[in-house]
C-alpha cells in the first residue's frame, strides 16, 4: 500500500506518525510543506511551501535552543498580525501549489493520499483527482478557529471537508463539527490520537532526576508544567500568568516551568510585571524526552485552552501522571472525568483555574487517583500499538 502523506515535516506529530506507519507493510511518501531534513523510513520526501512557509522557522529547530535569534524575537511579537496575514492571503494562493503538488503525485501514484491537518496541507491536497482516496486529519482548531479567520479561510475548509474520502481527528466532537462544515455523512471516520499514539513504554521509563539540575529548576518544590508555547486566540496564556500570583499566596513554594516560552518578550513582560520571577522558569522547546521527563517530575498539567482537539502534550502529560487542569471544551470532556482524573475550568477566569490548580496540589491522595485512572485510559485509547492496527484497517477500507 502507497501512502502519500501531506504535512509539516519538521512537526513531532508527523515523524511520530510515520514511526508509527514504520513496520506495517506500508510504502510512504511525504510531501512538507516547510522545509525539513530526511525522515528515517520515508521513501521519497518533497517539500512545497504553502503560505510562506520557505520563511519559516519552527519549534523543531528551536529545540534546545536557550538563546532565541533576533529574528525569532521580531517574529514572536509579530506573530498575531502575521498568523492573521496568512490566514486572509494563503487561501487565494493555493492555485500554484496545487499544480505541483498533482504534478508529485502523479510521479508516485500513492494509493491513498493523507493530509494531517486541513489549513493548509488539507486545502493543498483538496485538488486530488477524484480517482485516488483523500483522508483528511483534524486538529482540534481547525474548524472552531482557522474556519473563522477569512471568508477564503472558510471557503477552502468547506471545499477541502467535501472532496474527503474519510475523516481523521483526536476528538468525536470534531467529526461530528465537520459535518456542519460540509463534511459528507457518507464519510468514514475514526477517532484516533493526531501524533498517531504513545510509546507508553518510552514514556513510563523513571525520570531523569539531572533534568532539573540542567535547566536550573528547584529540587524538592511542587512543579507545575505548562507546556503550550504561544498559540494566539487558542492557549490564554495571558489568564495563565494572571493565574500564577494567586497560586503562589496559598502556596508560595510551587514552582512553574514554561515551556516554549524562552525569550518571547511577552512572556518576559508577564513575568517582570506580576513579580514571579522567581517562581517561573522560561524554557525553549525541549525534545521530547525531556519534555517527558519533566511530566513525570511534575505535579500539575496546565492548558488554558479555548480551542483545541486532544493536545498531544495532553496525553502525555497525563500518560506520565500529571494532573491536568485544562480548559473546559468538548474535546476534553471525552477524556475528563471533572474532578476525578483532571479538572476543567473557564480558560478565560484565571481565578478558577487557580482555585483548580491549588486544589490539586494540596490533594496528593486527589492526585495519586487521577494518575490511575488517567494509566488505563491512555492504555486503553492511545497505545501506539492499538492505533497502529486502528489506522492500518481504516486506510484499508479504501484499497
Known amino acids: 500500500m502507497r501512502i502519500l502523506l501531506v504535512a509539516d515535516g519538521r512537526s513531532p506529530i508527523t515523524k511520530n506518525w510515520i514511526r508509527m506507519l514504520g513496520d506495517v507493510d506500508l510504502q510512504i511518501s511525504l510531501i512538507?510543506?516547510?522545509?525539513?531534513?530526511?525522515?528515517?523510513?520515508?521513501?521519497?520526501?518533497?517539500?512545497?511551501?504553502?503560505?510562506?512557509?520557505?520563511f519559516a522557522g519552527g519549534q523543531v529547530k528551536r529545540a534546545g535552543q536557550t538563546k532565541p535569534t533576533l529574528k525569532n524575537r521580531i517574529?514572536?511579537?509579530?506573530?498575531?498580525?502575521?498568523?492573521?496575514?496568512?490566514?486572509?492571503?494563503?487561501?487565494?494562493?493555493?492555485?500554484?501549489?496545487?499544480?505541483?503538488?498533482?504534478?508529485?503525485?502523479?510521479?508516485?501514484?500513492?494509493?491513498?493520499?493523507?493530509?494531517?491537518?486541513?489549513?493548509?496541507?488539507?486545502?493543498?491536497?483538496?485538488?486530488?483527482?477524484?480517482?485516488i482516496p483523500l483522508i483528511i486529519s483534524i486538529w482540534g482548531n481547525d474548524l472552531s478557529l482557522h474556519a473563522h479567520t477569512s471568508f477564503s479561510m472558510a471557503a477552502r475548509i468547506r471545499e477541502t471537508l467535501r472532496r474527503a474520502d474519510g475523516l481523521m481527528a483526536d476528538a468525536a466532537s470534531d467529526i461530528q463539527l465537520a459535518s456542519e462544515w460540509g463534511?459528507?455523512?457518507?464519510?468514514?471516520?475514526?477517532?484516533?490520537?493526531?501524533?498517531?499514539?504513545?510509546?507508553?513504554?518510552?514514556?513510563?521509563k523513571p525520570p531523569n532526576q539531572s533534568i532539573l539540575k540542567k535547566y536550573g529548576l528547584p529540587k524538592n518544590r511542587q512543579l507545575v508544567i505548562n507546556p503550550r508555547g504561544f498559540r494566539p486566540g487558542s492557549v490564554h496564556q495571558d489568564v495563565f500568568f494572571k493565574s500564577v500570583p494567586l497560586i503562589l499566596e496559598q502556596n508560595p513554594n510551587v514552582h512553574f516551568v514554561c515551556t516554549g516560552m524562552a525569550g518571547q518578550p511577552q512572556a518576559e513582560k508577564w513575568v517582570r510585571d506580576y513579580g514571579i520571577k522567581g517562581s517561573v522558569t522560561l524554557l525553549p522547546y525541549l525534545p521530547q524526552e525531556e519534555l517527558w521527563a519533566l511530566y513525570a517530575l511534575a505535579d500539575v498539567y496546565i492548558s488554558l485552552?479555548?480551542?483545541?482537539?486532544?493536545?498531544?502534550?495532553?496525553?502525555?502529560?497525563?500518560?506520565?501522571?500529571?494532573f491536568p487542569v485544562v480548559g473546559d471544551i468538548p474535546s476534553l470532556q471525552e477524556w475528563i472525568d471533572q474532578g476525578k482524573n483532571g479538572s476543567m475550568v473557564d480558560p478565560q477566569d484565571a481565578r478558577t483555574a487557580a482555585d483548580a490548580v491549588i486544589r490539586a496540589l494540596r490533594d496528593e491522595a486527589l492526585r495519586n487517583s487521577a494518575e490511575s485512572i488517567n494509566q488505563d485510559l491512555v492504555s486503553e485509547r492511545a497505545n501506539i500499538q492499538l492505533v497502529k492496527k486502528q489506522v492500518r484497517e481504516f486506510y484499508q477500507q479504501f484499497i
Open 75 to 131: 517574529v514572536a511579537i509579530l506573530r498575531p498580525i502575521l498568523m492573521r496575514i496568512r490566514a486572509l492571503i494563503t487561501p487565494l494562493l493555493l492555485a500554484r501549489s496545487q499544480k505541483q503538488f498533482l504534478q508529485i503525485v502523479e510521479q508516485i501514484s500513492p494509493d491513498i493520499v493523507h493530509a494531517l491537518r486541513i489549513p493548509f496541507e488539507g486545502m493543498l491536497a483538496a485538488a486530488l483527482q477524484k480517482r
Open 183 to 204: 463534511l459528507r455523512s457518507a464519510t468514514p471516520g475514526i477517532v484516533v490520537p493526531g501524533s498517531g499514539g504513545l510509546d507508553l513504554d518510552a514514556l513510563r
Open 32 to 54: 512538507s510543506t516547510y522545509p525539513a531534513e530526511p525522515i528515517p523510513g520515508v521513501e521519497h520526501q518533497f517539500t512545497l511551501p504553502v503560505g510562506f512557509s520557505s
Open 305 to 322: 485552552s479555548s480551542h483545541d482537539g486532544t493536545p498531544n502534550s495532553f496525553l502525555e502529560a497525563i500518560a506520565c501522571g500529571c
